[in-house]
């Protein structure tokens, strides 16, 4: 298949798809906040092992972000170079800090999601489905080269958060390697995990607790070192591995083995932030896949405007 892109636009001229790309990114942001159980981290029961910040907080950041994805998506579209997406990424960052007076909620979101939905535009302008297989395709053609300089030039350098210090340290894998590397751990571990129980039969809930534990099992979490050391990984990784060996979702008691677990995170102050950041993804490549399966069944590869506009008013309901 010809994988030039097609010029359906000027380059900067908004091309339709962005802002469904863009909601759908916002919605995943939305689901991760309002999962419930999610040990360590804030849902709007309560604020985790955080104290500095609840759900309100993450909602006021959703909204400061609401145009960043969008402009995402276009920026792949129009093919712009790393250095713009990265530029793009700052800006929508700064916006964020302002809107929750410096708290950091979706720092790893405006790096991870931002550079899917710049994937996902670059696909659109080629014509091509938005697969998992071809937003890792486009993402490493695109700006691979980019990513993996990037993430080499982190390692050597002095580290700038505090996750670049773990990860320096510890010889862990940062957020920038698993870009570099189109996002292992969102592709091969916590999106299948994810889509497998949904296939199961689970609710929409259980399904993401699922996705969660199965992530937190596997991922080099920064945020978990960062606050308990690699004792704390061990611990998480341990109680994910554990409550998966019971059964996961398909516990009947498996609700108050999350709970469970999440006061136990909490009595350490431990926060799997990261895996948060991936669980949120694979959110929005699952709600991708689903819009590709019904284009392949001859209906609109999107949602209608009314569609989305009815959404965002149930969301905002809740």
Known sequence: MDRTPVNHAAPGT??????PLGRAAVRALYAEIALEPKPGLVSFRDCGSHLDMNGTTFLRSLFA????????AQAGYDRLSFGVLESL?????ARMLVATRGINTHRGAVFGLGLLCASAGQLQAQDLPLTPLHLRAVLLSTWGEALAARA????????RSNGQRVAQRFGMRSAGDEAAQAFPTLFDITLPALQAALAGGATDRAARVQALFATMAELDDTNVVHRGGIEGLRFVRSAAREFLAAGGVLQNDWLLHARVVHTAFVQRRLSPGGAADVLASACWVDELTRWTRTASSGVSSTPSEA???ARESLVLAT
Do not use: V
């Open 152 to 159: 080499k030039a982190t390692r050597l350098a002095t580290p």
């Open 65 to 72: 972000l609401r145009g960043y994805f969008p402009r995402m």
């Open 307 to 309: 569609c989305l506009l």
């Open 89 to 93: 990424g700052k800006n929508a960052e």
């Open 14 to 19: 908004p091309y339709a798809g962005a802002q």
